[in-house]
């Protein structure tokens, strides 16, 4: 244990330098509590995972995520570099277009489980 109380965070999520399986016993599941914690710290917020919903049908760029959830450029920003510093979302640049995806297929199937398939099965 007093190898697990050295670590910070970032080293538990980012498994200390080494495969979960080269961790010690015990250790694998505190990493992926830390990952978990994580992306459910991310999806706390309305704002981030209202742009994590609509990236969740396909990519988008920082424009149409503007529009998409009715905030400005610098509110978008702000969610989109948090959700890239949390390694949930990838980007990749076209000439000035930026586009948005998401970076974790576990990401999506969690959104489209609980959010995304709720709000589907409420309309009808």
């Known amino acids: 244990m007093d190898q697990?109380?050295?670590?910070?965070?970032?080293?538990?999520?980012?498994?200390?330098?080494?495969?979960?399986?080269?961790?010690?016993?015990?250790?694998?599941?505190?990493?992926?509590?830390?990952?978990?914690?994580?992306?459910?710290?991310?999806?706390?917020?309305?704002?981030?995972?209202?742009?994590?919903?609509h990236l969740a049908g396909g990519e988008c760029s920082v424009s149409q995520l503007e529009n998409l959830i009715d905030a400005r450029q610098s509110v978008v920003s702000q969610h989109l570099a948090r959700l890239r510093a949390d390694q949930l979302v990838q980007f990749r640049r076209d000439g000035q277009t930026i586009y948005y995806?998401?970076?974790?297929?576990?990401?999506?199937?969690?959104?489209?489980?609980?959010?995304?398939?709720?709000?589907?099965a409420a309309g009808r």
């Not at 974790?104 to 709720?118: M, N, P, W, Y």
């Open 4 to 53: 697990l109380a050295t670590l910070t965070l970032m080293d538990l999520v980012r498994g200390a330098g080494k495969t979960r399986e080269a961790q010690a016993p015990g250790l694998a599941r505190e990493v992926a509590v830390a990952e978990a914690a994580a992306i459910f710290k991310a999806l706390g917020h309305e704002g981030r995972l209202r742009i994590l919903c």
């Open 101 to 120: 995806s998401i970076r974790d297929a576990r990401v999506a199937d969690l959104l489209q489980a609980f959010v995304i398939g709720k709000g589907a």
